[in-house]
């Protein structure tokens, strides 16, 4: 028997280990159904829609449902036990910018992670749904104005959202080390930002920074310095990260440094090099960006400073930060069009 279906076959016999697994977050299988509906593919798992009934006689709810690919490797499996166990870390106590973890059962012979489904998708898909072409412009390339279904104080709120979330995960002396758009998901209630993905998560309770020591793919684009030469992850790190974050959320998910090649991003980052300030972003949130993306890792803003500075913001009505000139969306089939984006970024390299 192959170590993965013998890590597999543990999982689902043993009744010690799957209870030490779940620690009271086990839910009863039959009162989950998994639809046909895929949500996501990442590099182990399937996401797709499901429907769960918490107490019976209620009407069930829907839900995502993470799973395993057919035919996983024991790393596969490793990968994915590493993220249920960071679930359950996060939702300790539940944070309303944070994905909220329900439980996980056995089902069908494989292991399924069920979270809240989140209606509107992932952060960089959402806004660039909301970018909006002006059919006036003699423009022939990219949208000239930028013009969204969104107003600026819209897109602030989601960056005050992201940080608080990053605030209690790095009070828990976690750190992610994917902070990226893709891995933002957006509610239905008031656009409400949560973190999800913990699949690069890492605890650095006993050690303040965490060491790569494999070959994983990953997000160049969005690592710091540090990161990128040395291999080295700290909450310092994540604020780097949260930088290009807040550069995706003001150009309405434009993908960062899109005219160079992620093997050229260590020695342009090396060389100074940083991303450079969009026409509609003020020099308030520019210098946030600016400041997480310092050299010196304790010059860089903690996540509850980003979130005061954010947050003071948003409460400052009378300024725009975000430049956004806002189309409703029933003005859209007269006026405008949405922008459909094409061009998908290499956003992980082995380094």
Same mark, same amino acid.
């Given at each position: 028997?192959?170590?993965? &279906?013998?890590?597999?076959? &543990? ?6 280990? #799957? ?14 159904? %998994? ?7 990442? /590099? ?7 429907? #769960? ?5 209620? !009407?069930?709810?829907? %839900? ?9 490797? !024991? ?14 870390? =996060? ?26 489904? +989140? ?23 990219? #949208? ?8 600026? @104080? ?37 656009? %409400?930002? /949560? ?5 690069? =998560? @890492? ?30 992850? =700290? =909450?310092?790190?994540? %604020? ?6 807040? $550069? !995706?959320?003001?150009?309405?998910? !434009? ?12 020695? #342009? ?14 020099? &308030? ?14 010059? @860089? ?19 725009? $930060? ?16 949405? +922008? ?12």
């Amino acid at each position: 028997m192959a170590n993965n &279906e013998a890590s597999l076959v &543990e999982l689902q016999s043993e009744e010690l280990t #799957y209870v030490r697994l779940l620690n009271n977050w086990e839910i009863p299988p039959n009162r989950l159904k %998994v639809l046909d509906d895929i949500l996501g593919i990442g /590099k182990f798992g399937i996401v797709k829609k499901g429907l #769960y009934t918490a107490f019976l006689g209620e !009407e069930p709810v829907q %839900v995502a449902v993470k799973m395993l690919k057919n035919n996983p490797t !024991e790393s596969d499996v490793s990968d994915f036990l590493d993220e249920l166990e960071m679930l359950k870390k =996060t939702n300790k106590e539940p944070h309303p910018n944070v994905i909220r973890f329900i439980g996980a059962c056995i089902l069908e012979e494989k292991l399924m992670v069920v979270t809240e489904y +989140c209606f509107c998708g992932n952060l960089q898909s959402f806004l660039k749904k909301r970018r909006v072409i002006d059919n006036s412009s003699t423009s022939d390339s990219k #949208y000239v104005k930028t013009t969204s279904t969104l107003d600026g @104080r819209q897109l602030l709120k989601i960056g005050v959202d992201v940080a608080s979330g990053m605030v209690h995960l790095s009070d828990l002396k976690l750190v992610h080390r994917d902070l990226a758009a893709r891995n933002i998901l957006i509610s239905r209630d008031d656009n %409400v930002a /949560k973190i999800t993905d913990f699949g690069l =998560t @890492r605890d650095i309770a006993n050690t303040e920074e965490y060491m790569r020591t494999n070959q994983d793919l990953l997000p160049v684009k969005w690592m710091a310095l540090e990161s990128l030469l040395y291999g080295r992850f =700290t =909450t310092a790190s994540d %604020v780097w990260s949260f930088g290009v974050l807040l $550069y !995706e959320i003001v150009t309405l998910g !434009e993908i960062p440094y899109k005219h160079l090649s992620p093997f050229v991003i260590v020695s #342009y980052i090396s060389s100074g090099g940083r991303l450079q300030k969009p026409p509609n972003c003020s020099n &308030e949130i520019y210098k946030i960006m600016m400041n997480c993306w310092d050299v010196d890792e304790k010059k @860089r803003p903690s996540f509850f400073q980003l979130r005061k500075d954010l947050h003071d913001m948003l409460m400052h009505d009378q300024k725009s $930060y975000i430049n956004v000139q806002q189309v409703k969306e029933e003005e859209l089939r007269t006026t405008t069009t949405p +922008c459909h984006v094409t061009v998908e970024d290499e956003a992980a390299i082995k380094l």
